[in-house]
């Protein structure tokens, strides 16, 4: 049986960093979250933006893609969040994850991780080096139940669930020639530049 794949923008930070929300930001003309979109949309059989109550009506001027919402319980505690977010509302067999601020990255990029997925595994992450990049990643519907208890303890990191579980890692040269598709934008440094 073929396997399903939802998509996730995950858009619910706070941009702290950034000073107003990244994923209105504008990239040659696009809002960052029509990128991220763009780059999943193709290779998804459903697409989710989840977000914050704040956004939510900026987004709904935006775009037609369904947003939802984190759930209280677990709002503001990160992207483990919006992922646990996308696995509660979806039947696919995986959540492929994008970030609302990685304007370079391209469908021929997440076409090639996704053909990774592989249900003998938990995640697919992309790694260079002894770097990981846990926010461009397929993460199995199974894992909804550890997300949980890793927030239920109080822990947000990726890492912590990156150690807990069957990962396969893929290195990004297998994935894209250029380095720039994983450039992230945290700062209006990084934005301008
Ligand atoms: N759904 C959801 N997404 C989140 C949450 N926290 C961060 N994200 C998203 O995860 C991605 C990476 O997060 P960061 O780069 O730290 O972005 P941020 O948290 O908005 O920015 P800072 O406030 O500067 O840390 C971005 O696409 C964020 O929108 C959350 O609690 N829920
Ligand atoms: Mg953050």
Request: charged residues 25%; contains cysteine.
């Amino acid at each position: 049986m073929k396997r399903t794949i939802a998509g996730a923008v995950l858009a619910g930070g706070q941009s702290r960093r950034f000073g107003r929300p990244k994923a209105f930001a504008l990239h040659q003309g696009a809002p960052f979250f029509t990128l991220s979109v763009a780059a999943l949309a193709p290779i998804v059989d459903e697409l989710y933006i989840i977000s914050h109550p704040s956004l939510v009506d900026e987004f709904r001027r935006q775009t037609d893609i369904p947003v939802l919402l984190d759930m209280e319980r677990y709002r503001g505690c990160g992207p483990l969040a919006g992922i646990y977010t996308a696995m509660e509302w979806s039947q696919s067999d995986w959540v492929f994850v994008l970030p609302c601020d990685m304007p370079y990255m391209r469908k021929e990029v997440t076409e090639r991780l996704a053909a990774y997925a592989d249900s003998a595994f938990d995640a697919i992450v992309p790694l260079h080096g002894d770097r990981t990049e846990p926010l461009v990643a397929l993460y199995h519907q199974r894992l909804g139940s550890v997300i949980a208890e890793l927030l239920d303890a109080g822990e947000r990191r990726m890492t912590a669930l990156l150690d807990r579980v069957r990962v396969r890692y893929v290195d990004t040269n297998e994935l894209a020639q250029e380095q720039k598709v994983w450039r992230n934008v945290n700062t209006q440094q990084e934005y301008e530049s």
